[in-house]
């Protein structure tokens, strides 16, 4: 208990879960925030389903679940926290401590002491080098004003032929909202696939690949120069290799930290560009605490800093820095980049370290591609996933996961978050007691099902190809047998002329084994992994040197299927 | 590689992924399975989906995904397994590593020799000491000819007033399966609520609250004695405290293992009446292995044993024994009891030790129950749940949680599991990287909040009634205020009227505090919890010394609402 100031800078998410913790702790404590905006304690994430109409009232964005809203009135009332909205905090003055702030509408000053001072102030939207970034019909989607703008002209029906500039997650977030068969909507990304990375190229691929299926066009390594305009509206987007028709274009190309208040100053700024703090989220000035969006993060993997702007690191973090001002001793140890995004029906998910982020940081990987079931195949709400594991080869230390499908991965990518948090192997995984039930997973759960396969890979019985370099096999004309098990009907429904298929069911396999030559590579297909797993065992068995599968069958083709 | 000869006795789950592993790995291998029934590699815990006419065919029972049916067949052509059905397995000789069997429909007898055997006996419903039970009418669901006469009676109109006797996984399932409106459905249980051992008494209770609102009815402490017919067809179940009509009676009592051949064989039985084995799933006869419903695991946190019969761990055995009988050295270590069920729209999830188990264990533990949004409120898709966490005082080790709600649990039970495994506390959760997202969860997932609900309580922040201390309190006439946080319109429209009942809505609490009585005990309640918790952090900052909150407001009351 005491009379402590403790003094919050920036009121969306961090400074204000910051405040209802310490408040919660702290009965006495002056608390206040300072946020240069109008809007506090909003839901950015919930945008999306805002444009999308999922959100019918504006005002749900920043409500409680009993309807009230929050806004200083409620902060004021309900949790004993000052807030003055419209004051941009301009200076810190660390020996006096105090804060330098102005109305940004009246222009006056005011000064706020502190014996805690509290840095949310989150992140900005990066502006690239595109000409003509001020036409009409040119939108972001970082805060409530962009969100009001995007949907008046939806509801204005000026959005029809829409380009997305990046596709993280906000960019393909602003995607699932706005998609509908009326429009043309059309995402630019500077790098090879989707979600560069958060996926891996492979996933990244075949998750556009889905997308594409309904709708969505994508052009991938191509750079935005320029907007062109009519009449002061934005008409085209004008590419380093071609232009593209639009009367709506959405910038989604990343966020970077705000830090000019602290590094002004004087705190000490990390090479990523944002804050650096220590466990307990104390800047370089120990009464000085910065956390959400515009802090650096420590990537529990690799102990390496990273930029991770996250509403859940916001809150978490959150709760930390309000226990810690009130005399506390709470830790954030760090994260590992988990994140889940439902996009046109696909989940999508991952945690830990991509297959390339792994490489490039000099772990001897090795990965698997599975595709499986969600649940029980039989069950009527069953649904396909794709799931690709990363591990380390010598410690067999799960790195990381993907996942995507319009079946359940959220639940797998947690559950190997929390391995990895624990320092988790393969090896662990089929001790792991994970709930069974047919409207749930399968006896096996699929994410354990894929840790076997990876072990199976390591232990060398399973040799797999992946979906890209039999790509590249096909492609480059080499000599082997693509030995399609799937049924005759199911092979008879779609399938590629080419010499090198063969098709051969898996029940029959071990009686025909003398129609399968012994002189060429064989690689085993079909069309979920599985069943070409099985057969590739059987040639092994029988003797066959050259054999291999392709992991995770014609589910994990990202190319198109008439090249299958 | 090698000729050895595997004999696997049981045809179900444990059995045919015995064989489906070690096939894999040992390609020259004489796998053999005897089955003395008539199907095999059947999925049992599909059946009350069949019943429910979700699965249209009984064939998916056992088939593959790809449509191929799972018999002898199939494990001669794809699997190179050689199945023996309506073969019974009598004897095992062990010094002359044979297996005297016999065929049911014949009585010819056959030897088997083996070098490895595989017990995968499973289990058999138990018949409770209730006369008539050979009415017609009177069904089990434990294996498929059980779900072939369900179903044969329900489409006859011959099930229409239902008594399912047990209320464990199957009846539960079965309760699933055939509950209509067109319907009586009755559960008699002998122990106080739904789902005992699996569930706390109070999560049984708010989950049959839940379930009588759709109209099922319960009977709970009753026992029944025995049942009546007329015409040989089952009218009444006659009980220690009534009578019920029935046309169709389910037993479900429980299951008891299959160990009468390990049992003769010499094999040492374990105090749960099952199988003893070690971890890698050896019996007391270093070449006899098994595994399944007939075998007794190891709880991962007490380091007891105990009798689990679940697919998942015949299964997950199944390729532990797999890898062994071929040379491996896998290990299955054991259970922490996890389970998962979706009964009439409601998810309900468990794992680790419930609070009674936990006491009786001797652990001192403390307890939350929190009712959250399952995702962000403003989401359309948006459910409420209600999860139970228990931890140990000293070590602050998470020993188990539960979850019911129309929202999703099974995520968060598989999280905390995980935990579990590796001995995580409640100051882990926070830092593990769960993902966020809007339809997916809170940005501080509703695990995460159940967790630092219960550091509150453990470091004092939170101090709490449960409901059903509450309700004690009530009915004894205890005087004391319930301050009823919520605002206005939600009061009005529900409340009971109680002369310790007074409203006072959390966002008037601090400029209204001097209408709440300073001599007498304050319990706050809202509609999930969180509000009366922090109302009663308002109230004990302003120097009230006897506050508590309800845990789990209204959500979490499972007596009758007329009673709030
Ligand atoms: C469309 C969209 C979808 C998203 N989806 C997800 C998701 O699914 N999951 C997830 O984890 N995250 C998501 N995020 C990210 C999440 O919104 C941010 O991580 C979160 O808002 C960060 O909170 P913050 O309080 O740290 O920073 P911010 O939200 O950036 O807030 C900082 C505030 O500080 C104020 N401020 C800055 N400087 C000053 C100053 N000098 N004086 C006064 N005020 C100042 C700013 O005006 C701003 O309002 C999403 C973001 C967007 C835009
Ligand atoms: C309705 C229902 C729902 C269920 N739901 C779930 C669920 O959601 N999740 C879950 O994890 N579990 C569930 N279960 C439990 C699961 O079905 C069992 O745990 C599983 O079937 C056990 O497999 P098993 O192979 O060990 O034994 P069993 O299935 O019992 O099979 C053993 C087989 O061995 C044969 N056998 C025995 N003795 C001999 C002998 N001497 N000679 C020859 N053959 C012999 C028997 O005939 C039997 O077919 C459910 C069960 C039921 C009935
Ligand atoms: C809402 C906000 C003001 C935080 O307030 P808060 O009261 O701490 O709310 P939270 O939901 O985070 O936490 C609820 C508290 O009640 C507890 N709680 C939750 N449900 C409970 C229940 N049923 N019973 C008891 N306690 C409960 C939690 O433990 C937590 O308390 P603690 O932090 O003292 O442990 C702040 O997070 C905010 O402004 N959020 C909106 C902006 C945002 O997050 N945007 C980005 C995401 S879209
Ligand atoms: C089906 C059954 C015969 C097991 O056969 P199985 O081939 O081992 O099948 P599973 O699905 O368990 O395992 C699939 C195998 O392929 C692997 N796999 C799964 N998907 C894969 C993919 N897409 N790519 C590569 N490998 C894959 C798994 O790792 C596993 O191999 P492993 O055990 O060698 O590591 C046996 O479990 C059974 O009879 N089940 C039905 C009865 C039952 O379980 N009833 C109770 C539940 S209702
Ligand atoms: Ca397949
Ligand atoms: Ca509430």
Redesign the pocket.
Known sequence: MSNKKILIIGG??AG??TA??AR?LDPEAQITILEKGKYI??????MPFYLAGKIHDFDHLYSTSYGVK?DPDFFKSERGVEVFTGMEAIAIDRDRKQVIARHVDTGEEKVFDYDKLVLGTGSYPITPPIENLDLKGVYRLNHLEDAQLIKQALDAGEVNDVVVIGSGFIGMEAVDAIFSPRRTVTVVEFKETLLPGILDQDMGNLLYKSLYEQGLEGRFGEKVLKLEGEDGRVARVITDKGAIDADAVILAVGVRPNVQLAQAAGLTIGETGAIVVNEYMQTSDPDIYALGDCVENTHLLTGKKVFAPM?TY??RQ??VV?DNVTGGQSTFKGVLGTGVLHCLGINVARTGLGEAQARALGYEVETIRVATFDMTHYHPNSNKILLKMIADKKTRRLLGIQGIGKGEVAKRIDVAATMIYYGGTLDDLLNIDLGYSPPYNTPIDPMVHTGMALKNKLEGVAVTYTPAEVKEKLDRGDDFILLDVRTAPQFNMRHIEDPRIQQLALGELRQKLDQVPRDKEIVTVCVMGSRAYEASRILQGAGFTNVKFMEAGMEGWPYDMDEF
């Open positions: 969306v998410a204000p879960k209802a913790r919660r304690s909003y839901a950015g994430c919930g929050r509403a916001a809150n959150g709760r309000g």
